[in-house]
């Protein structure tokens, strides 16, 4: 956000809202993952069909990888910073050097033989030991590693609240984060302040009202670690702190990628190939394409660059968001069939596996972002002021969509998919039942034409 032009007094408020924007829809979605216990990749079925879902789930698998991949160089960064530390502490020793002095001394024959992040050997040997670092986690249960995230959450509070305190006592008001302003104006800095704010894992939550609590801890907690970087860009020069706050990131990045990044590219995978790939499995495929043929160190290789890939994304997102907000809890009102969506042939299955109500939407509120999106791509291309679109391409796609969405599919409702109340898996095979059914579960399977086996 600073790098394109807004101070920290608009980037600030950017982050503030685009968070409290966010926490809305992840309230909602998350809500319907802990009703129904199923993830993105299935439930998708109900509001997109059958077949046509794969479409928001390959979408939405290929940006899980890619983000593994930018965590990925983000976490590599941390350990760049402690080989970067201790060249420079050999400096401090071999020549008496002052910190500013050594300092330069180091940076200088970086900075001129590692202009290409490609070419920068030191820096993608890092990011290979990083990668080499998490991947062992990858091949673990959840479950199994969750006193990595126990550490975590207890480490890096710490971490960033002591990076704050150090650079406001450290950088003086006069010539830090204070004195920055804006360096562009008018209609730039409005378009540039809302690309900044359009800048799943809930189901496993014990009960309906343990994920309520991230509607006031997402906008809160991420503003606090977002104004922790905005606190302290290009104001760094303490080793010891710089060590033990990198040591704290790489841990954090780790738990990060594993939970929000490689297992949701999993899940998709599972769902699109469950014959061949597992959770597992599907991590491990994700390590590879997200940590190498993504080639994250080009997309962050400028920050424009960056903003544009973010964005670039959401105008799918957005739209699939907003027709699972309004399929689930306007059209259906809650009350979903979760053994159909795992049938081919099911209530879901809409027109040839496809909801056309749901393709409108798509067709309908992502094709005015895409002249945009082209113009990020290509900039000689000029696509006039309807480029602005893509600018806003989350709020623009979601709120349109439901919108669209929710007035097709009044219109034309599909009664096959209405049921009079909701259908869990439980209410078909009890939880205590081994995989043995008795003629009593075949018979229920039979009446809610669930093939078994397909319902756990």
């Known amino acids: 956000m600073l790098a394109i032009g807004l101070s920290w007094r608009q980037a600030l408020p950017a982050i503030v809202v685009a968070y409290c924007i966010t926490a809305v829809p992840i309230l909602l979605t998350g809500t319907i993952g802990t009703r129904l216990r199923v993830p993105f990749s299935v439930l998708s079925r109900s509001s997109f069909g059958f077949w046509f879902s794969y479409f928001p789930v390959i979408t939405r698998g290929i940006i899980a990888m890619s983000w593994f991949g930018i965590q990925t160089y983000n976490g590599s960064e941390c350990i760049y910073q402690v080989h970067y530390l201790s060249r420079r502490n050999v400096m401090f020793q071999q020549h008496n050097l002052s910190d500013a002095e050594g300092h330069m001394a180091v940076y200088r024959p970086y900075l001129k033989s590692h202009t290409g992040l490609v070419k920068h050997y030191q820096r993608m040997m890092c990011y290979l030991l990083y990668w080499l670092l998490q991947f062992p986690f990858m091949l673990l249960s959840p479950q199994k590693i969750r006193y990595l995230f126990m550490i975590k959450g207890v480490i890096v509070p710490f971490a960033w609240l002591a990076m704050v305190i150090w650079a406001f006592i450290k950088v003086p008001p006069s010539v830090g984060l204070f004195s920055q302003h804006a360096a562009v104006q008018g209609s730039d800095l409005s378009w540039a302040w809302l690309t900044a704010l359009n800048t799943d894992f809930t189901r496993y939550a014990t009960h309906e009202r343990a994920q309520y609590s991230q509607a006031i801890i997402i906008p809160v907690a991420f503003t606090l670690c977002s104004f922790a970087g905005l606190a302290l860009i290009n104001q760094w020069d303490n080793r010891a702190a710089a060590f033990f706050a990198s040591f704290a990131f790489l841990l954090t990045t780790i738990g990060t990628n594993i939970s929000a990044n490689a297992l949701v590219a999993a899940n998709d995978l599972t769902v699109c190939f469950p014959k061949y790939i597992n959770i597992r499995r599907g991590q491990v495929i994700c390590a590879f394409i997200g ?124 009664r096959g998919t209405y049921v009079e109340k909701a259908v869990l898996p439980d209410d078909v095979i009890p939880p205590s039942t081994s995989c043995d059914s008795t003629d009593e579960d075949v018979e229920k399977l039979d009446k809610a034409h669930v093939t078994p086996g397909t319902v756990s």
């Open 291 to 414: 940590g190498w043929a993504f080639c994250p160190w080009e997309v962050l290789a400028k920050a424009s660059g960056f903003l544009s890939f973010l964005s670039g994304y959401t105008i799918f997102i957005g739209p699939f968001i907003g027709i699972m907000i309004v399929d689930y809890w306007l059209i259906h009102q809650g009350k979903i069939d979760v053994p159909a969506m795992y049938q081919v042939n099911g209530r879901y299955r809409y027109t040839y596996g496809v909801n056309w109500r749901a393709l409108a939407t798509l067709v309908i509120c992502i094709a005015p972002a895409m002249p945009g999106l082209i113009h990020s791509i290509k900039p000689s291309i000029n696509v006039g002021g309807i480029h602005n679109l893509f600018a806003i391409g989350w709020i623009f796609g979601f709120w349109s969509a439901f919108v669209v969405y929710y007035a097709l599919s009044t219109l034309f409702p599909a």
